[in-house]
């Protein structure tokens, strides 16, 4: 089992890879008793006193992958960092740093977390969606595998317009692998608590001048906890895109 945590005590660094794993990605045996592995950024104490917990974005699973590491972790964070990690050795805690992860990127505070598809050309791809006062930005990733394991960014939208914290969740609906039919779907945080406007946006995975053309976009309903954010994760189903949430 694989999860990631968040922050503990601010005023002291407890962390000791054992027992303390604040901001940390885990891996755990099905009885939920033995560690097996662990990643801790090597700024871990700094993000504990900032409140910018790495479990904020949860932890993505990646199916097989070809190349030289084929199973892979994703990462997100408040912080805004995405991480690529071999899931057979996680990265353990370097202090001081470097991190020894695949690879990070920057994406936007994410109180969110990223989604996965196979692009028409067979090569995995993770749309995050971390945001900060312009919005949340939807970007599309290819998982490099050769030469080196890597995110190499294949485009990106328009920021959503989106209130509350950071980032927002998305979905993606395709014929398969089939070029030209992904569809990435995702909903804007309410910008105002009157009438707290929920919308629903669909970009096309196929960038255009390196940008993700809108597709549509509609209000899809209206937020009724204000004091929460918007945890709203479309649905596709039977032709239909829906949207399910979860109150925080």
């Known amino acids: 089992?694989?999860?990631?945590?968040?922050?503990?005590?601010?005023?002291?660094?407890?962390?000791?890879?054992?027992?303390?794993?604040?901001?940390?990605?885990?891996?755990?045996?099905?009885?939920?008793?033995?560690?097996?592995?662990?990643?801790?950024?090597?700024?871990e104490f700094d993000l504990e006193q900032t409140d910018d917990d790495l479990g904020s974005g949860g932890v993505l699973l990646l199916p097989p992958q070809p190349g030289p590491f084929a199973d892979l972790v994703v990462a997100t964070s408040k912080s805004g960092t995405m991480y690529l990690l071999n899931r057979a050795s996680l990265g353990g805690f370097t202090p001081g740093g470097p991190d020894n992860v695949l690879d990070e990127k920057s994406i936007g505070q994410c109180w969110c977390g990223p989604s996965y598809f196979t692009g028409p050309d067979g090569v995995g791809r993770i749309v995050s969606s971390g945001g900060g006062a312009n919005g949340a930005q939807i970007t599309v990733w290819k998982i490099q595998t050769s030469p080196t394991v890597a995110f190499v960014q294949k485009g990106a939208a328009a920021p959503v317009p989106s209130g509350q914290?950071?980032?927002?969740?998305?979905?993606?609906?395709?014929?398969?692998?089939?070029?030209?039919?992904?569809?990435?779907?995702?909903?804007?945080?309410?910008?105002?608590?009157?009438?707290?406007?929920?919308?629903?946006?669909?970009?096309?995975?196929?960038?255009?001048?390196?940008?993700?053309p809108l597709l549509f976009s509609s209000q899809a309903g209206s937020w009724p906890n204000t004091g929460g954010n918007a945890n709203i994760v479309p649905l596709v189903a039977m032709d239909m895109c829906l949207w399910r949430a979860i109150n925080s």
């Open 1 to 43: 089992m694989f999860f990631s945590t968040g922050n503990s005590d601010p005023n002291q660094d407890t962390y000791d890879g054992k027992t303390n794993i604040q901001e940390s990605v885990v891996k755990v045996d099905s009885q939920l008793v033995n560690l097996l592995g662990i990643f801790t950024p090597s700024n």
């Open 165 to 212: 914290d950071g980032g927002t969740f998305t979905s993606v609906s395709s014929n398969g692998t089939q070029a030209g039919t992904a569809i990435i779907w995702a909903t804007g945080r309410p910008t105002d608590s009157n009438p707290a406007a929920v919308n629903l946006y669909a970009f096309a995975e196929t960038p255009s001048g390196g940008t993700l």
